[in-house]
């Protein structure tokens, strides 16, 4: 079938589940959610757990957390709920024990004094670990709802849109991504009103 390159409103087939990438629809009208991408890192019956992978902070890890040390790592807010909490991605398995597998070689969680001790011996592994205050959460059919709703496209998660620093522009770039149907999505004006 054709792609009509007027269309702003394409289907998206493809179901969430754990690793793929939640992208908040062009007409979101939630100011938290608008113009987020979420890492679903966990989705089953019971609801879905994820992670904003695109609001970041001006703060770093050990603003948050006086005994991790100062390294080079993104800290972002990863959703509304339990704000006060650390989360964190990484490709360090399996040197992090009781850490969750999301997707490829991304991993969540896992034993906060190995991942303390890793950073204090080798800082230059905090690029391999991204930081994040507060998590995105879902009751059962909740999330499903949402999507029938047009309010997020569903996309494969890779290391590169997940795992990037800077990811000011990664709501647009994952649309590009995800092909010429969506492409023209990213460039949506953020107040359609306002044109």
């Known amino acids: 079938m054709a792609h009509d390159p007027l269309e ?3 289907e998206n087939p493809l179901p969430p ?10 007409y979101l009208a939630d100011p938290y959610f608008r113009r987020t991408v979420v890492l679903l890192c966990t989705h089953d019956d019971e609801g879905s757990f994820g992670l904003v992978l695109n609001r970041p902070i001006d703060m770093g890890v ?7 040390p ?4 993104p800290v972002g807010i990863g959703g509304p709920v339990q704000s006060s909490n650390l989360f964190y991605l990484h490709t360090l398995a399996p040197r ?13 969680g896992g034993d906060y004094e190995q991942l303390r001790s890793i950073l204090s011996a080798a800082p ?8 994040f205050v507060g998590y995105s959460g879902w009751e059962e059919d909740q999330l499903q709802r949402e999507i029938e709703q047009r ?9 590169r849109l997940v795992m990037q620093a800077g990811p000011s522009d990664l ?8 092909g010429p149907a969506f492409a023209p999505l990213a460039n949506f004006p953020e107040d359609p009103s306002l044109n």
């Open 8 to 10: 702003l409103d394409p």
């Open 17 to 26: 589940q754990r690793g793929t990438l939640l992208v908040s629809g062009p």
């Open 62 to 68: 050990a603003d948050l957390m006086e005994d991790m």
């Open 70 to 73: 100062t390294v080079p790592s």
């Open 96 to 108: 992090i024990e009781g850490s969750l597998h999301v997707v490829n070689d991304i991993h969540m």
């Open 124 to 131: 230059k592994l905090a690029r391999h670990v991204r930081f």
């Open 151 to 159: 309010s997020w496209l569903v996309h494969p998660a890779n290391k």
């Open 171 to 178: 709501w647009a770039d994952t649309l590009r991504s995800m």
